[in-house]
């Protein structure tokens, strides 16, 4: 059963940067897609950015640029470095292990899927 345990969240001025991880176990990482996500108050949740099994990665427009996705299948690792952090940008932030198709992304559905989150808070 996989579990997802995210960190590196915290308080950053504007223009900031942090670098998230999220923690996959389970025997199937190397072989997983993942997503980035996340979720300002009053908001529903988005996808911001996904890497595949492979290594290919897609970003949504907003982030494009600032954030960068990556894995390290050694660790069972991935990772979203983000910099030029705006005010905007503050949310709690999520993994996901879901599934590639072409270019989009499915989300895991169950619980198990999502990472406990971690909070991100830009000061402007």
């Known amino acids: 059963q996989v579990q997802l345990v995210e960190s590196g969240g915290g308080l950053v001025q504007t223009g900031g940067s942090l670098r998230l991880s999220c923690a996959a176990s389970?025997?199937?990482?190397?072989?997983?897609?993942f997503g980035w996500y996340r979720q300002a108050p009053g908001e529903q949740r988005e996808l911001i950015a996904t890497?595949?099994?492979?290594?290919?990665?897609d970003y949504k427009d907003f982030v494009k640029g600032r954030f960068t996705i990556s894995r390290d299948n050694a660790k069972n690792t991935v990772y979203l470095q983000m910099n030029s952090l705006k005010p905007e940008d503050t949310a709690v932030y999520y993994c996901?292990?879901?599934?590639?198709?072409?270019?989009?992304?499915?989300?895991?559905?169950?619980?198990?899927?999502w990472g406990q989150g971690t909070q991100v808070t830009v000061s402007s």
């Open positions: 389970g025997s199937t990482f190397r072989q997983s897609d």
């Open positions: 996901n292990l879901g599934q590639l198709r072409g270019s989009y992304y499915y989300p895991g559905r169950g619980a198990n899927y």
């Open positions: 890497i595949s099994s492979g290594g290919s990665t």
